[in-house]
């Protein structure tokens, strides 16, 4: 069975604060996808990225950083120099590496990040 | 412009009425979704169509009927609706593109929503 476990429920930073969210990651499958969604409280979901299991290497954009560590099971997610636009609920989510009925999303319960000035 | 919408996005009705939720996205995706969040934020998969055929259902109470007329569209009709069936609905689309040495699988692209409030 696939599991996102996303142990923070909620974090508070000020601006320009470094801020990491994380998010641990259980598959059997060998091939697999990991992405990262932001919903900020006009409540649409925006994709920010997806990292392939066959690829562990880290992704920067802009203020944006994720970590893929296979050997731990985690993806972690790190805002630098947060903003209050920054402020979301972000998720974690799994799918699995094949068609069908694996095409779904499994979600972690999210993380609520609050920056204010 | 809109790649995937939904209508409506409020949507008040009283128990024990049905109603419908409908999705289009102009992506040109071949697989569509629903998910419900509910009022913890919790997200989970209810249904998914490839090609307009049903491949993914999960447990959902069959008062829930999704329906696809064509690759571009996947309604939800919702039967004798509960207090328990508030939540906010979201509609997503992806497309799996062949690439050298194997299926490449995209991400989905989610509508914005359509939140339910049965009173």
């Known amino acids: 069975a696939q599991k996102v476990t996303q142990a923070q429920t909620e974090i508070s930073v000020v601006e320009k604060e470094d801020v990491t969210l994380d998010c641990v990651y259980e598959t059997r499958d060998t091939t697999y996808y990991l992405f990262w969604y932001k919903q900020p409280p006009s409540g649409e979901l925006v994709f920010l990225i997806r990292r392939n299991s066959f690829d562990e290497q880290n992704e920067i954009s802009g203020r944006y950083s994720w970590n893929f560590q296979k050997s731990t099971s985690s993806f972690n997610f790190t805002i630098t120099a947060s903003q209050v636009v920054d402020s979301a609920v972000y998720f974690c989510?799994?799918?699995?590496?094949?068609?069908?009925?694996?095409?779904?999303?499994?979600f972690g319960t999210g993380t609520r990040l609050q920056v204010t000035l | 412009d809109t790649a995937v919408s939904q209508t409506p996005k409020y949507l008040v009705t009283q128990m024990g009425n049905d109603k419908s939720i409908k999705c289009e996205q102009n992506?040109?995706?071949?697989?569509m979704y629903w998910y419900k969040q509910d009022s913890k934020k919790f997200l989970k998969i209810m249904f998914s169509y490839n090609n307009k055929e049903l491949i993914i259902n999960e447990t959902v109470p069959n008062r829930f009927s999704p329906k696809s007329p064509d690759k571009a569209h996947l309604n939800l009709h919702i039967n004798s609706l509960e207090l328990g069936d508030s939540a906010v609905y979201f509609c997503?689309?992806?497309?799996?593109?062949?690439?050298?040495?194997?299926?490449?699988?995209?991400?989905?692209?989610f509508g914005p929503g359509t939140r339910l409030t049965v009173l």
């Open positions: 989510a799994l799918r699995r590496g094949s068609t069908g009925t694996a095409s779904k999303l499994t």
């Open positions: 992506l040109g995706h071949d697989t």
């Open positions: 997503a689309s992806s497309q799996v593109s062949g690439l050298a040495g194997g299926p490449y699988y995209n991400e989905q692209f």
